[in-house]
DNA sequence: CGGGATCCCAGATGATACTG
DNA sequence: CAGTATCATCTGGGATCCCG
């Protein structure tokens, strides 16, 4: 199985390369990658693009086990990326609809081959996980 | 734009219904998830599959900024998982390679989407990012 | 060379209380 | 309802030292 061959690819000395050459700044990609593998941006984003449109504590609720206060800070970061779209309505109670917009969908199209390949190998690694003895 | 038809899907509910049915344990998909998506797994998967097998402090040339002990810790876990494999030669000073499996090199294409993604469309973000005038 | 074991800190995250 | 503000906590991860 020999797969050295990407490695002259662009978007491949972007990560490596280019990461080592801008100590002072960050590798955009990394700064990316970074950002959208934290622990509740991927789920956030699979939520509204799945669920469509949402508001607050309807998202929230789905998600499930996440703070009020990290689900903002999520959607904020989301929202100043353009990959989510904040809509606030004017009344009282105060109503606020969160959406993806055609950046965000596209990220979760994706996404969606992580996560396919996660449904279909995760039981396997799992049981193999615990095989060894691992702690964690 | 309308998303909504994937939330039927059983890889949807294996993420959102399931998660919050087990308490107790955790959502297999998210847990595998978790664990691709921290700081380190992605980049070292991916220097692997790009530049194919090598010694230890050869992979920690390559990413960089990775210091010794997350690069270890990252690697036992990438082992345990099944997705790199760990060959110790049995000399003076020691020599140890590591490669991934057939396992990690899947996981590893599935990861180039997002990869492509973050390439295409990090300038355009980061540059919106600043122009929000957030913080980070 | 390729780690293991420790110590320790910053930043990520949770919990709680308050508000327009 | 959808936050903000504050405080408490937990943990990822770097630094350092040691070892076969």
């Given at each position: 199985?020999?797969?050295?061959?990407?490695?002259?690819?662009?978007?491949?000395?972007?990560?490596?390369?280019?990461?080592?050459?801008?100590?002072?700044?960050?590798?955009?990609?990394?700064?990316?990658?970074?950002?959208?593998?934290?622990?509740?941006?991927?789920?956030?984003?699979?939520?509204?693009?799945?669920?469509?449109?949402?508001?607050?504590?309807?998202?929230?609720?789905?998600?499930?086990?996440?703070?009020?206060?990290?689900?903002?800070?999520?959607?904020?970061?989301?929202?100043?990326?353009?990959?989510?779209?904040?809509?606030?309505?004017?009344?009282?109670?105060?109503?606020?609809?969160?959406?993806?917009?055609?950046?965000?969908?596209?990220?979760?199209?994706?996404?969606?081959?992580?996560i396919?390949?996660?449904?279909?190998?995760?039981?396997?690694?799992?049981?193999r996980?615990?095989?060894?003895?691992?702690?964690?």
């Amino acid at each position: 199985m020999e797969t050295k061959a990407i490695a002259t690819d662009k978007k491949f000395q972007n990560i490596f390369e280019h990461a080592n050459a801008t100590k002072n700044g960050v590798c955009p990609v990394r700064d990316i990658i970074a950002r959208i593998s934290d622990k509740w941006t991927l789920l956030s984003i699979y939520a509204l693009g799945g669920y469509g449109k949402m508001r607050f504590n309807e998202l929230k609720h789905r998600i499930g086990d996440v703070s009020q206060r990290m689900l903002t800070v999520t959607l904020r970061n989301l929202e100043s990326d353009g990959l989510v779209l904040r809509k606030v309505y004017p009344e009282v109670p105060p109503r606020v609809e969160y959406e993806l917009t055609d950046l965000g969908l596209s990220l979760m199209h994706q996404m969606e081959y992580i996560i396919d390949w996660a449904n279909t190998n995760s039981q396997e690694i799992i049981k193999r996980r615990k095989k060894v003895g691992n702690k964690k």
